[in-house]
């Protein structure tokens, strides 16, 4: 098992290195003065000189590499302008706010997809069946701001069922105190159900929009995965033994068809945290995503550039996570011939 | 048969709803099965008789359904049967094991634990002994260390062994009826042996009726009692495997019977009755060998992981100092088993992969030096062609016959000017037997063996010298097979070409071969006349080969 | 169980060239409503972008304070905004930036991933390796925040938009690239293309990308819609176009905030353009799926 971690560990090494050389290149590609863009646009030329060293800008590209890279490694990703905080700080205050909303969004999809998806497979043609086509279709075709929007209007504006979308709580609830950051989490453990409802409330909306989102491919993979399944030659000969359906279903077709599903949650992780940018704006959700985007309109780089890189370095351990799991479900994983 | 069958059935129609309307693959079958009998049922693709063993079993997928007649098993209407009925009979009563074992088995559950999960099903064990009964199920088939294998995924498996488990399943119930559907289509022909002989003792053994449902009429032959021959859904014979090859009586089984190679019988024996050939004559091999290879050598490295640092093995030798020499108009016929390396060697020969050591002489001229990649443009490019397996495969999808057979034409500039060319492409394919008026189709547009005669002309289209036969008939039904090995023959006295045949089948390869090299492991084991290594085998391995294959009674 | 099932199919009478793609393509949206449907949707979308602006009733730029936040009139269908535009006018005129924004990365993407990925597969060894690494290395990233990095460093402009869309789809088609090469890179034909002589140049032109091509047009129309998706979201936060540029992203991004106090119809119009515009490429795109590649079909 340990054997198996390192190795799998091993193999994202050459992601890890891409992801820093890119990262490096996009705070270095930047088209006229670099120093004058982290700077910001109303620095005086001495404000621009003195960054010019401070990031050492004068120095050769490999000394800069080494430079950034040591940074990388003391956890010193720059300060941002906006805040006057290390970004560093800033995106670990804001990251459970927005873990918290893709995981809610997520676990929504999967309850969802997954049952949907086997069902239509199980019942191909049939009302189900239909139904799983037109949200896959439909759960692509939507632009993610727009869902939220939609929402918005129809269960704030119309009906008054959800609070107005602004953050993680109103103004009246109190947080309870940080465990893990997670206020769902938080506000069980204190014991404060006041506070777990109107964290419920606020999260209910940006979450179901992100579900609707990742909703789409999950079913689609399911229904395929599932399909394909069902017609292969092992499931025929559990189903000419006589097995139950029920085992047939769920023990021979079901696990082998969640191989490629959990393959996809890459995919969707992928799709998830580039949403939770644009549902993040829509709910004034205080999460990384805003923070990167209103970084960007004050043309303030550094925590764009962070964000990025810790984008990545998130979704690298998540598809690390995605191996594991992969390789507790199929014996085969670490023994190709 | 006087006894009261076992299963009975009657009148069977099968129909499929398909884009183009219903079709029926089954039509009005009729099929007894006596209690301890062993039923074979024959025929090639589309005859339905795989698609009559499902209907028994009520598995047909969603399209297929039991359009009319009656299937009867011990007194119980398996048409009327519920699903849970049928569900208590499958797998207790009536087992299957199928083609392709691997895939037969889930991929990501314990071998032991699939065989216990039958044993629970039909309540022949509790949680208590089904460890053990498992155990004993994978003893009964002959398999080693059957409590470690217990454990075994089927990937760990090699494809007889987990043919093995899959009878293990079958029979671990002890039903009455055994449903093997072309259980060892793939196998080697030693494997498929073993399997055989495991499957007839262990039913015998039971006083369990069989049927085996197989294209291969010497295999049914071999180790049925009686057979049933179905062609096009329908059944057109039904008869003692023992008076089966002595005396058939419809057209059809005569046609199947006497296209299936076997001892005794010439290449012309087995074209239909009728059939226009002209007598061959044994070619007589030059002095001078077309082509000599000596110590031809491919080795693999062996791949090592990033984090276990292995100490650097010997690489893997798929082909270990081969050499043997071919003469002109010589047919010499390379036998082994999978992984022998008979289809590496070929594929060096035609010098589209790299030799480790080894030279390859050709025309007088060494050939083996000069890079994969570059003989493209070799000058004796085209004088070394090929005929390859899948015939399907081997053809360009968008291109015609017309195009795919012109193509070395144009390459080579052996012909110039497009009338030139059609006129050559429509001469190739008189000579393969292809009527002209196909020649504008596409492949997915013709049969299976319009596609192998259009592999062949576009083979012979640059008037090779050698020609190198990779199991050109193992895609093939055996009558099409038995017309394709005739017209290979007889292309090679019109054309005094010599041929490589790659092959698994002796039998086959005895048919086409003046000599055969028999190879196991990456080596030569024997090699001689094909009637002095047929009829007098000096390896142990050529005699195991020899034995394996079936021997229907005559 | 179908294969030993069904019965030989009688080989169909030959038709080559144009004719018979017209005429299969003609039984494919017969029999297929939603296709047909999709291929209308398109039209019209082809028409807004090409021939916008002299269709529209108002100037797409032109504010006037005096009729703002209008709800949809008989005067202004899909009513007005904040600044009193016309919004019917900008959303049809918005066509041509958001289709143009689209085509142009997918075409990028289409030319460059595919040729890598090819090359790739039917090759292998070192080419393989680095187009490999290269789809690795963009996979590792989140690909919306990746294009959101490459924007806002290359600079804010339509075309870094077009760039970075077109780099975020390359894994997606280098690696379909590849894998339909390098499956074909052993097969018969292509072994019998090098028995007669074929260079690998040729061999690639006339056995691989012929049999490629159908697989990578769906991806294309696939892709399309994503890439609509992707640059919309993108002028939502802020990248890219900016106003008074009309375009889908950017007008529900000025609808957003009016949506709390009922001013729905800012956000709806150009939301739903959008939204039909990527559905009719996804149906295009699963409609020749179907044509091209029954088995895949989900």
């Not at chain 3, 009922?262 to 149906?283: D, Q, R, S, T, Y």
Request: proline residues 6%; charged residues 15%.
């Amino acid at each position: 098992m340990l054997r198996t971690l390192l190795d799998r560990l091993a193999t994202t090494l050459p992601a890890l290195a891409g992801v820093v050389v890119v990262s490096f290149l996009l705070t270095r590609v930047l088209p006229g003065d670099t120093a004058a863009y982290f700077a910001g646009p109303a620095a005086t030329p001495q404000a621009i000189a003195q960054i010019r060293t401070e990031l050492g800008l004068d120095r050769p590209l490999p000394e800069q590499f080494a430079r950034y890279v040591a940074d990388l490694a003391r956890g010193d990703l720059g300060r941002s302008l906006t805040t006057g905080q290390p970004v560093t700080a800033d995106l670990g205050s804001r990251l459970p706010a927005s873990a918290e909303l893709t995981l809610v969004g997520l676990a929504l999809a999967l309850l969802v997809a997954v049952p949907l998806g086997v069902a239509a497979a199980l019942r191909q043609g049939s009302l189900v069946d239909h139904a799983c086509r037109i949200v896959a279709t439909a759960g692509v075709s939507l632009p993610v701001f727009f869902t939220g929007l939609l929402l918005v209007y129809v269960f704030y504006f119309v009906l008054g069922w959800a609070p107005a979308p602004l953050g993680r709580l109103d103004a009246f609830a109190s947080p309870p105190p940080t465990r893990t950051g997670f206020l769902l989490l938080d506000s069980l453990a204190a014991g404060d159900l006041e506070t777990f409802r109107a964290a419920l409330a606020q999260i209910a909306l940006p979450g179901l929009t992100l579900a609707v989102f990742a909703l789409a491919p999950i079913a689609r993979i399911t229904r395929a995965a599932m399909l394909a399944v069902l017609a292969a030659d092992f499931v025929r000969t559990a189903r000419a033994a006589g097995l139950s359906r029920r085992r047939v279903v769920v023990t021979y077709a079901l696990r082998n068809a969640m191989l490629p599903v959990v393959t996809t949650l890459g995919m969707v992780f992928s799709f998830l945290l580039g949403a939770n940018v644009l549902v993040e704006k829509v709910f004034a959700w205080p999460g990384v995503g805003s923070y990167a985007v209103e970084a960007l309109i004050a043309s303030d780089f550094a925590p764009v550039q962070g964000f990025v890189l810790a984008m990545a370095l998130l979704y690298t351990v998540l598809n690390l996570l995605i191996d594991l799991a992969y390789g507790l479900i199929d014996p085969r994983v670490g023994h190709a011939a | 048969m006087t006894a009261i069958p076992l299963l009975a059935i009657r009148d069977l129609t099968v129909e499929f709803a398909t884009r183009r309307g219903t079709v029926q693959a089954v039509r009005r079958v009729d099929v007894s099965v006596a209690k301890g009998e062993t039923v074979g049922i024959v025929g090639e693709s589309g005859s339905g008789k795989s698609v009559t063993s499902y209907a028994v079993m009520r598995i047909l997928d969603r399209a297929g359904r039991i359009a009319g007649g009656a299937v009867d098993f011990s007194g119980i209407d398996l048409r009327a049967a519920t699903e849970r009925q049928m569900r208590d009979l499958r797998g207790r009563e009536i087992s299957m094991i199928f083609q392709n074992p691997r895939a037969a088995l889930n991929p990501i559950r314990k071998v032991g634990h699939q065989i216990e999960d039958v044993l629970r099903q039909h309540a022949e064990a509790g949680s208590g002994d089904a460890k053990a009964k498992a155990i004993a199920a994978l003893e009964q088939v002959k398999i080693a260390r059957a409590t470690e294998r217990y454990h075994a995924y089927p990937f760990e498996l090699s494809g007889g062994m987990c043919q093995r488990v899959v009878i293990a399943l079958a029979l671990a119930c002890r039903p009455q009826l055994l449903i093997a559907d072309e259980p060892t289509t793939g196998l080697d022909v030693t494997t498929q042996k073993a399997v055989m002989d495991l499957v007839t003792g262990l039913t015998r053994e039971r006083g369990m009726a069989t049927v085996l449902i197989t294209h291969d009429l010497g295999l049914a032959a071999t180790y049925c009692d009686r057979i049933v021959v179905m062609e096009q859904g329908r059944v057109v014979e039904t008869a003692p495997a023992t008076t089966i090859f002595r005396a058939p009586a419809h057209a059809y089984t005569r046609k199947l019977m006497q296209a299936t190679p076997r001892p005794g019988v010439t290449l012309r024996d087995l074209l239909p009755e009728g059939a226009p050939a002209a007598p061959l004559e044994r070619a007589k091999a030059a002095g001078t060998p077309l082509l000599a290879v000596s110590g031809l050598v491919k080795a693999y490295p062996k791949k090592a992981g990033l984090l276990t640092r292995k100490a650097a093995e010997a690489p893997f030798r798929a082909v270990d100092s081969l050499s043997f020499t071919v003469a002109r108009g010589e047919s010499v016929g390379l036998v082994g088993e999978s992984g022998c390396g008979k289809s590496t060697t070929s594929t060096m020969v035609m010098r589209l992969l790299d030799p480790t050591e080894g030279s390859i002489v050709f025309a007088g001229e060494e050939i083996g030096r000069v890079p994969a990649a570059r003989f493209a443009r070799h000058r004796l490019r085209p004088k070394i062609q090929m005929v390859f397996q899948d015939p399907t495969e081997s053809l360009n999808p968008r291109w015609t016959a017309a195009r795919a057979i012109a193509d070395p034409l144009l390459r080579f500039r052996t012909v110039t000017g497009s009338d030139a060319v059609r006129a050559r492409c429509e001469e190739l394919a008189r000579l393969v037997g292809l009527p002209v008026d196909l020649l504008d189709r596409f492949p997915h547009q013709l049969s299976g063996g319009q596609k192998a005669r259009v592999g062949i002309a576009r083979a012979i289209a640059p008037a090779p010298d050698l020609v190198i036969l990779d199991e050109p008939t193992a895609a093939l039904d055996v009558s099409v097979q038995a017309l394709v090995l005739n017209l290979l023959a007889d292309l090679k006295q019109a054309l005094g070409m010599s041929y490589l045949f790659v092959s698994h089948d002796l039998q086959v390869v005895r048919l086409l071969c003046d000599r055969v090299i028999v190879m196991r492991a990456g080596r030569i084991v024997e090699e001689g006349p094909t009637a002095a290594v047929l009829s007098a085998p000096q390896a142990e391995y050529t005699r195991a080969l020899l034995a394996a294959i079936p021997r229907p009674p005559v | 169980m179908s294969a030993t099932g069904s019965p030989a199919l009688v080989p169909t009478r030959p038709r080559t060239g144009i004719s018979a793609t017209l005429a299969h393509a003609g039984t494919v949206v017969a029999g297929n409503p939603v296709t047909g449907f999709a291929f209308a949707l398109l039209l019209g979308l082809m028409a807004c972008a090409v021939l916008g602006p002299s269709l529209v009733p108002y100037d797409p730029l032109a504010s006037d304070t005096a009729i703002a936040l209008q709800a949809p009139t008989l005067a202004h269908p899909f009513g007005t905004d904040q600044l009193g535009r016309d919004i019917l006018s900008r959303v049809v005129v918005a066509a041509r930036l958001d289709l143009a924004i689209a085509v142009f990365s997918v075409a990028l993407v289409f030319v460059a991933g595919g040729l890598a990925g090819i090359m790739a597969g039917f090759f292998g060894g070192w080419t393989d390796r680095i187009v490999g690494r290269l789809a690795d290395t963009i996979m590792a990233f989140p690909l919306f925040v990746l294009a959101m990095g490459i924007v806002a460093a290359l600079g804010n402009t339509v075309g870094n938009i077009v760039l970075a869309t077109a780099i975020i789809n390359f894994p997606l088609y280098a690696r379909l690239a590849r894998a339909e090469a390098a499956q074909r890179r052993n097969a018969g034909f292509v072994m019998a293309a090098r028995l007669t002589g074929n260079t690998d140049l040729r061999i690639v032109l006339t056995c691989i990308l012929p049999n490629i091509l159908p697989l990578m047009m769906v991806q294309m129309s696939l892709t399309m819609g994503y890439a609509i998706l992707n640059a919309a979201g993108l002028s939502f936060i802020g990248l890219g176009v900016r106003p008074p540029t009309p375009e889908w992203g950017i007008m529900v991004a000025e609808g957003a905030g009016f949506i709390v106090s009922g001013e729905w119809w800012i956000a709806l119009f150009p939301g739903l353009a959008l939204m039909l515009a990527v559905f009719c490429f996804n149906l295009i795109g699963d409609g020749l799926r179907d044509i091209v590649d029954p088995q895949r079909r989900t």
